[in-house]
């Protein structure tokens, strides 16, 4: 069965780095396109970037634009989000999503990893 | 960007009884292929979202039929026939015809009077 495990979150000071990974199993990776999506606590759903399934295009937020880099290995089936310059609105739970086609969102999600930005 | 709006933002309903939520976009929702990609997700608590439908009123798998979806152009709803427990939640739509962004609505939380 779809598997999508995030990692690497934490606390983190404004203006700090964190990367997240995403490790998908039970699917044939390097075929589909991925999403990462946030969830500020308590509030809703916003979409930060996609990625087409062999890395050739990336499309971002305009509220991560210039600081985020959506990234994939698809030899280790592995999704990542580079976060830098980092800011208290960051804070978060970050989801990775498995894309059946990148207009319908994501049809399987993780669970979800906090990141914490606060000093 | 597109804006989209979600009524009610909570909704109390009576087990067995059904519950509608409404979507609107600030532009139509159709996309120049001819499809609307307009989906809808469920988040329970302390869970991950889930897609329940995708392009208006197909049905995810695993979704109960009890879930439908319809609408056209910048207006939308999701409904459900027969509210079980299991369904209380946060239900959200997202347009995926003008993207980048996906946009998401700002979500409906439905609970149990």
């Known amino acids: 069965q779809v598997q999508l495990v995030e990692s690497g979150g934490g606390v983190v000071q404004p203006g700090g780095s964190l990367r997240l990974s995403c490790a998908a199993s039970?699917?044939?990776?390097?075929?589909?396109?991925m999403h990462w999506v946030r969830q500020a606590p308590g509030k809703g759903l916003e979409w930060v970037a996609f990625?087409?399934?062999?890395?050739?295009?990336?499309y971002y937020a305009d509220s991560v634009k210039g600081r985020f880099t959506i990234s994939r290995d698809n030899s280790k089936n592995t999704l990542y989000l580079q976060m830098n310059s980092l800011r208290a609105e960051d804070t978060a739970v970050y989801y990775c999503?498995?894309?059946?086609?990148?207009?319908?969102?994501?049809?399987?999600w993780g669970q979800g990893t906090l990141v914490t930005v606060s000093s | 960007d597109v804006v989209m709006t979600q009524s009610p933002l909570s909704l109390p309903v009576t087990l067995g009884q059904p519950a509608s939520i409404s979507c609107r976009s600030s532009?139509?929702?159709?996309?120049?292929?001819?499809?609307?990609?307009l989906n809808w997700f469920q988040q329970r608590p302390g869970q991950s979202p889930r897609r329940l439908i995708y392009?208006?009123?197909n049905r995810d798998s695993g979704v109960p039929d009890r879930f439908s979806g319809s609408g056209s152009g910048t207006d939308f709803t999701l409904k459900i026939s027969r509210v079980e427990a299991e369904d209380v939640g946060v239900y959200y739509c997202?347009?995926?015809?003008?993207?980048?962004?996906?946009?998401f609505g700002p979500g409906t939380k439905v609970d149990i009077k």
């Open positions: 990625i087409r399934y062999d890395g050739s295009n990336k």
């Open positions: 392009k208006v009123s």
């Open positions: 039970g699917f044939i990776f390097s075929t589909y396109g």
């Open positions: 997202m347009q995926g015809t003008h993207w980048p962004p996906l946009a």
């Open positions: 999503a498995k894309a059946s086609g990148v207009l319908i969102g994501g049809d399987y």
């Open positions: 532009q139509s929702l159709v996309h120049s292929d001819g499809n609307t990609y």
